[in-house]
């Protein structure tokens, strides 16, 4: 990586984003945002899951350990469910998971929980847009200059 | 009710114990004693299976915990109950861990009776083994503890000296040190059928004063709670990932903390797998973005995927902080980490073998603020 792009200011800053869609709802809106062809920041890097509640932490973890700045999670809505309660156990892994982010001192901002429906594929962009408005106020993840890990 | 009492005959405490455990298995109520022995060597106490009486030498006040007695009942419970009854002397930390591996499917309590002893604290086995006073461990131990001095404390493991609760919970009988003379006798409470059944027909006096245990159990709860409050807050800044990398530094990823920890079951751990091996190209390219980067790789992923995994159910015995060759002082940043996930599910590990783990159990109407915001 050039020296140049290193010190480049905050602005100009593009977050790296690790999403995690599930593949019943949230895969398909962000399909669906892709067909629409509705516009959204390409800094998101996604991985279709069969379910958010498949996202173990440590998935997590690992993308922010080696240098993601932000991990977002989409799931269905509650109670819409593919497996009746995947979100909601995901949604308990998250509140353990900031625990482990506040030990690191990372921003629990920068992992999102989503609920994004099959039809939803406005408000997958929308988020993206959102989250990487968020992340990029945030700055770089102070993790991912550390090499001593 | 009154409690019984084990009177101890010519201050030979580990002796007055044996006769009542030997008399458990010579009467036949229970099967066979999982229970803490001197080695032949008498350096060292393991636990040891033990069904002939005549071969019990226990010393169940040894402060030593070489190896977790959670797992050793997971692992002859697991496939299947024993028919007979088996004794079990085990320290809280070790029921607490017992009940979690039950409630994570691991154990089972069957015909597994559960013989706690109040526990005033273990060193590690490096201490213990090397003692530099001139007493066996456990006659200083014994000592310090007759006298209610605190000169045992600086030999304690740190997991010990801030006990969450030295007090038994969930045991059929205990075995009570506080708030008896343990030098004349010892108490004997039973909490359960099985336990009061493991009683009948022993000849054991009534206790004459009924109110000193309370007391004493109330005095040391509230002493330790003192100690692990101070230790919470001493360690409150170990957080931040400058503090973090220095913290794990010396990490040289053997997962003996693994093996070691009651509560870390998986057969296959994620971390023995292949899934950090890759080829090549990929190991070069993060060297390019990075410059450089620390081999072995993932040690701070294992700890802290550790950390996620079993935090909820983490029963602070510190046995992990006892097995690491270099010395990191996992409690630090573990006691803290613990403390913080269990109070935010109000998840009391080692408490109710009825209460659900946290991670497969759900809420429609919780954490709204998580998720949609």
């Known amino acids: 990586m050039s020296e140049e792009k290193k010190e480049q200011k905050k602005e100009d800053f593009e977050p790296k984003i690790v999403g995690f869609l599930c593949n019943w709802c ?30 173990d932490s440590m998935y997590i973890l690992r993308a922010l350990l080696e240098g993601a700045d932000g991990v977002f999670v989409g799931g269905c809505h509650p109670g819409d469910c593919h497996y009746i309660d995947g979100n909601y156990k ?23 929980l989503r609920w994004i429906s099959a039809s939803e594929g406005q408000k997958f962009a929308d988020t993206m847009k959102e989250m990487t408005e968020s992340i990029r106020k945030l700055g770089p993840n102070p993790i991912a200059k550390h090499w001593d890990l | 009710m009154t409690n019984k009492t084990i009177k101890v005959k010519d201050n030979d405490i580990a002796g007055s114990v044996n006769d009542f455990l030997k008399h458990l298995l010579s009467s036949g109520k229970v099967q066979a004693l999982l229970v803490p022995q001197n080695m032949p060597s008498k350096k060292v106490v393991f636990p040891v299976f033990i069904s002939d009486p005549k071969k019990l030498h226990a010393d169940v006040l040894a402060p030593i915990l070489p ?42 309590l069957d015909n597994i009776i559960i013989i706690g002893v109040d526990c005033p604290g273990t060193f590690p086995i490096n201490t213990y083994t090397s003692f530099p006073e001139k007493k066996t461990p456990t006659h200083f131990l014994v000592e310090a503890f007759v006298k209610k001095s605190d000169e045992a404390e600086k030999y304690l493991r740190t997991a010990c000296r801030i006990c969450k609760d030295p007090i038994p919970t969930n045991a059929d009988i205990i075995l009570g040190f506080y708030g008896s003379d343990i030098e004349k006798e010892i108490l004997v409470e039973a909490f359960t059928e099985a336990g009061k059944n493991l009683l009948k027909d022993i000849a054991l006096e009534d206790e004459k004063e009924g109110k000193g245990r309370e007391k004493a159990v109330k005095d040391i709860r509230e002493e330790k709670n003192k100690k692990r409050a101070d230790f919470l807050k001493e360690k409150e800044g170990m957080k931040g990932i400058e503090k973090i990398a220095e913290f794990f530094e010396n990490c040289v990823n053997c997962h003996n903390c693994r093996h070691a920890c009651p509560i870390c079951y998986c057969k296959e751990c994620l971390f023995d797998s292949s899934v950090f091996d890759a080829e090549a190209y990929k190991f070069l390219r993060k060297a390019e973005i990075k410059g450089l980067f620390k081999m072995p790789n993932d040690a701070l992923l294992f700890q802290l995927g550790r950390m996620n995994h079993m935090i909820l159910s983490c029963v602070e015995c510190g046995l992990c902080e006892q097995a690491c060759p270099n010395n990191i002082l996992l409690m630090d940043v573990f006691i803290p980490a613990a403390e913080n996930a269990q109070k935010k599910f109000d998840y009391h590990p080692g408490k109710d073998k009825n209460d659900k783990i946290p991670m497969i159990v759900y809420r429609e109407d919780e954490f709204l603020e998580v998720g949609e915001k």
């Open chain 1, 90 to 112: 995901a949604r308990r892994r998250m509140v353990l998971l900031e625990n482990i982010l506040g030990t690191l001192g990372l921003e629990k901002e920068r992992v999102w």
């Open chain 1, 26 to 55: 949230s895969y398909a809106g962000a399909d669906l945002a892709g067909t629409s062809r509705i516009q959204y920041p390409p800094n998101v890097r996604i991985i279709r899951v069969m379910c958010s509640g498949s996202v």
């Open chain 2, 67 to 108: 190896a977790s007695m959670a797992s050793l009942i997971s692992k002859m419970t697991k496939v299947q109950s024993p028919s007979k009854p088996i004794g079990v002397v085990m320290r809280s930390c070790q029921i607490r861990a017992l009940i979690e591996l039950v409630k994570l499917n691991q154990a089972r």
